[in-house]
């Protein structure tokens, strides 16, 4: 760790730390909805989509992200890597909470059930991925090559490397 970190190494576990917290009390709002508005969907009926979404996640997502992964090692720079992973994975997380009604044969029981044009609007937060994706990747690049404060100097140069205090 170095001095000039700007307290990035101790925000990192407090952040990891709250955001874990607002998960599991989502988690127990979830729960909680399930058990008491069990009119509309049975526990029953969400533990078998449960079910399927880890095992299509386990089978399908993961081998797809590690394959393309394994492909990018090609690319220069291990944070341009690590971005498109995370964007490959965010795109598959939504693909897969999308494909239940995407792939829900008949019209459904309840017209207010579906009543947005599922597959444009998956496109378009698939869009919205790629942008944000693409734009990480360029800063995650523009990083890379040096054009922030703490990149090493150049062996030879006479210049001392920035972000790190001598001695």
């Given at each position: 760790m170095t001095r000039g970190d700007g307290g990035a190494a101790r925000t990192a576990p407090r952040l990891r730390l709250v955001l874990g917290l607002a998960g599991l009390a989502l988690m127990g709002v979830g729960a909680w909805v399930l058990?008491?508005?069990a009119a509309s969907r049975t526990p029953g009926q969400?533990?078998?989509?449960?079910a399927?979404?880890?095992?299509?996640?386990?089978?399908?997502?993961v081998p797809l992200v590690l394959l393309v992964g394994v492909a990018l090692r090609r690319l220069p720079y291990?944070?341009?890597r690590h971005v498109?992973?995370?964007?490959?994975?965010?795109?598959?997380?939504?693909?897969?909470?999308?494909?239940?009604?995407?792939?829900?044969p008949g019209t459904p029981r309840n017209e207010t059930e579906l009543p947005l044009d599922y597959p444009?609007?998956?496109?378009?937060?698939l869009a919205a991925v790629a942008v944000v994706t693409a734009l990480a990747v360029a800063w995650a690049w523009w990083a890379g090559r040096g054009g922030r404060a703490g990149r090493a100097a150049t062996p030879g140069s006479g210049e001392e490397p920035r972000g790190r205090v001598p001695g």
């Open positions: 058990l008491v508005d969400v533990a078998v989509w449960l399927g979404a880890l095992v299509v996640h386990d089978a399908v997502l291990r944070r341009v498109v992973r995370g964007g490959l994975l965010v795109a598959g997380c939504v693909t897969l909470l999308a494909l239940p009604p995407l792939l829900r444009r609007n998956l496109l378009l937060v």
